[in-house]
């Protein structure tokens, strides 16, 4: 309140305008990729080159779609591989990390400090230390070449659990009791409140798993041999290594990286405006 | 065999005992089954993809293994060798990582701290196109953006850096930056800056909307007279947890970074090593000259790094949690 009723001074004015032009500095590869991608072939090469584009064509996004890996996989097939492993991995994590968070926030059992101190530690993992045994582990699951090699690693999240704990904690125990007071069984309990109520934890989880394995190759990389397996951001990957020093294939990945890029932007969208929102006006501390 | 009864009835009663406590472990198991059930999907995949990866990892790095035939016990041979002839990695590979994790790390932190809170002192209407600007590049994620970076960096003069360089008469001709071994790891880390405001920016960023506002009053009445005063004794003590979250967050996505040396370069190993970090090491050893039990010494090295570097961290910000 008191923040309103300062006077804005010359200071602040510098300020605001100096963070909007460092905003916009930051945000500028951005803009570079919604420009680069609509830019014809002849603009892409331009001398000077251009940052914004002059005659915006979708011929960039038409001849990847169009496009086929070395003549057998069609681009279609890494898309659509993309949006199932993205669909289902999200599904998956959301239901499996909101119940481990949830009996891991807010019921007594044994093993819970060691599944707890164990998630805390594995904060700091990062699976591309251990590609080694976790290929030699999906192999010997046999589930390489197929979607459940793309999605059983994303679910081990512990940041997911995370947060999901973090957020859980806040609900009252009190809205818990008497709902089991009221006859309520645990699933009734986790569907009907725990779910509801941690939806601001969901939408966030949402948008890094999203995130996460919109843009992720390694699992293609790894534990997918057949090209028709792996995913989009793979595909854009192997696309981009050629791109250093060769002028052909600019024009497909410009439009890749926008097709990378979209999704998380939407996705991304959708939720801020609720976790900003659900955060402010929930009353739950 | 003949026993008295008199010494034989305590030890009955204490094997009895026993079974009764285990008796009741299991009931009480058995009460919980259902808080199990809610946990298991998500601990086997946690200890299949996470655990037991790292304790493999551990147990490789004591082997030769080349993927195909039995590991061999070679005892501590991998990380003799390592810090005795590696020169690769004693003189490359170590030393790019320090500079870059202390730069990356830290300074992608404080930025991302001064953004948030910069972003939090304005109005509410227009916070969230800022944060937008600011998270959009982590966003995107590494690989849409090595469109942007390459196309940026060119080494020719429709490069845009060299471009603009030119214009500016700065440079006399175009600079090949991602060949060049002068360049490649600082370009590596102003691009990793760019994309190091992501989750833990924005657990900050939440963080500052949990600080009670009644604090900042209390504060000015008790003698608190810059906004400098204020982050220090009220902002970052109230959202300690966010920024030990954050912290956490970007130890992990400094030490895990090396994929971005190949997306810039093309290349799996980076000209004369000059972009070389731990990660493409690891990757050197395990994917393209196949020595699994080398590559995984080398990842517990990284995993041990990071542990100390998150100890650090949760000294740092007095974490009741015993690291």
């Known amino acids: 309140m008191m923040r309103r009723l300062r006077k804005i001074t010359p200071f602040q004015v510098a300020l605001v305008t100096s963070f909007t032009a460092l905003a916009a500095f930051m945000s500028l590869p951005i803009i570079f990729i919604l420009n680069h991608a609509f830019k014809p072939q002849n603009e892409l090469f331009l001398f000077p080159p251009r940052f914004l584009v002059q005659n915006p064509t979708l011929r960039n996004l038409e001849s990847l779609l169009l496009h086929a890996s070395n003549a057998t996989v069609p681009f279609t097939r890494y898309l659509f591989n993309s949006m199932i492993v993205v669909v289902l991995t999200l599904v998956c994590v959301i239901l499996v990390s909101t119940m481990a968070g949830y009996v891991l926030a807010k019921n007594k059992f044994h093993f819970k400090q060691l599944v707890l101190s164990l998630i805390t530690l594995s904060l700091m993992f990062a699976p591309e230390t251990v590609g080694i045994p976790r290929y030699l582990i999906i192999s010997g699951l046999g589930i390489n070449n197929t979607y459940f090699g793309h999605i059983l690693p994303a679910l081990a999240s512990p940041v997911a659990v995370f947060m999901l704990i973090g957020f859980i904690s806040q609900i009252p125990g009190e809205v818990l009791e008497a709902a089991k007071i009221d006859g309520a069984s645990q699933v009734g309990i986790f569907t009907r409140i725990v779910l509801p109520l941690s939806m601001p934890a969901v939408a966030t989880i949402s948008i890094f798993t999203f995130q996460g394995v919109w843009g992720d190759v390694e699992t293609s990389t790894l534990f997918m041999q057949e090209e028709t397996m792996r995913t989009m951001a793979f595909y854009v990957n192997s696309l981009l290594s050629g791109l250093q020093n060769s002028v052909a294939g600019q024009n497909m990945a410009a439009a890749a990286a926008l097709l990378i890029f979209v999704p998380n932007l939407i996705i991304f969208l959708l939720f801020q405006r609720k976790v900003l929102e659900t955060m402010v006006h929930s009353g739950i501390k | ?323």
């Not at chain 2, 992608?108 to 590049?137: C, E, M, N, V």
């Not at chain 2, 004369?272 to 050893?285: E, F, P, Q, R, T």
């Open chain 2, 1 to 323: 065999m003949k026993i008295e009864l008199s010494p034989g009835l305590p030890q009955r009663r204490r094997s009895s005992a026993i079974r009764l406590k285990w008796n009741q472990f299991w009931l009480q198991i058995w009460r919980d089954r259902v808080s199990y059930l809610f946990l298991a999907p998500f601990l086997i995949c946690f200890l299949l993809f996470i655990v037991i990866p790292v304790i493999m990892a551990g147990l490789l790095g004591f082997t030769s293994y080349d993927g195909f035939g039995v590991p061999r016990f070679v005892g501590l041979e991998n990380y003799i060798v390592m810090f005795t002839q590696d020169i690769i990695f004693l003189t490359k590979a170590i030393p790019n990582t320090f500079l870059f994790a202390l730069i990356v790390g830290p300074g992608g932190y404080i930025l991302s701290f001064l953004f948030a809170w910069l972003i939090h002192q304005l109005p509410i209407k227009i916070r969230d196109y800022y944060t937008l600007a600011f998270y959009a590049p982590s966003m995107a994620g590494g690989v849409a953006l090595s469109v942007v970076w390459i196309a940026a960096f060119s080494g020719d003069r429709v490069g845009y850096v060299n471009n603009f360089l030119l214009d500016m008469g700065w440079i006399d001709s175009p600079i090949i930056w991602l060949q060049d071994k002068k360049y490649l790891l600082n370009i590596m880390i102003i691009v990793s800056l760019w994309t190091s405001f992501s989750v833990g920016f924005l657990s900050m960023l939440a963080g500052l909307q949990t600080v009670n506002r009644e604090l900042y009053e209390a504060g000015r009445i008790d003698g608190i007279s810059s906004r400098l005063q204020e982050v220090f004794y009220i902002t970052l003590p109230s959202m300690r947890p966010q920024m030990l979250f954050s912290a956490v967050m970007a130890i992990v996505g400094t030490l895990k970074a090396g994929g971005i040396s190949t997306q810039l370069t093309g290349m799996a190993i980076t000209p004369s090593y000059a972009g070389h970090l731990v990660i493409n090491h690891i990757d050197d050893y395990a994917f393209i000259r196949f020595e699994l039990g080398y590559a995984s010494a080398v990842s517990v090295i990284l995993l041990i790094i990071s542990f100390f570097a998150m100890r650090f961290a949760y000294r740092l910000f007095g974490s009741k949690e015993e690291l």
